[in-house]
């Protein structure tokens, strides 16, 4: 299997017009703004909205994914399953 090490386990190296789908979480916060979360590699992204939110969580897993801009992803290859976290309560 082809792939490189991230913290979380290993990730498949992508191919060219392939997808995968990734497990995030995505929670509003107290001031109104949302956090998106992955496990898998290990990154986060904070925005004003949870569309935002889940956009540039998608492009970091993207960047985090990609060796350099020759593997050729496509902007569809993230494929996002998300979860939505309730508000901590108290907060």
Do not use: W
């Not at 992803?73 to 901590?88: H, K, M, T």
């Amino acid at each position: 299997m082809n792939g490189h090490h991230a913290e979380g386990g290993l990730i498949a190296v992508a191919q060219p017009g392939g997808q995968q789908r990734f497990k995030v979480r995505v929670q509003p916060q107290s001031d109104g703004g949302f956090v998106a979360a992955c496990d898998s590699p290990t990154c986060m992204s904070r925005a004003a909205t949870e569309a935002e939110a889940l956009e540039k969580l998608r492009a970091e897993i993207r960047y985090r994914l990609e060796f350099c801009p020759c593997t050729g992803l496509s902007s569809e290859y993230v494929q996002l399953d998300v979860e939505r976290v309730p508000p901590r309560n108290g907060r």
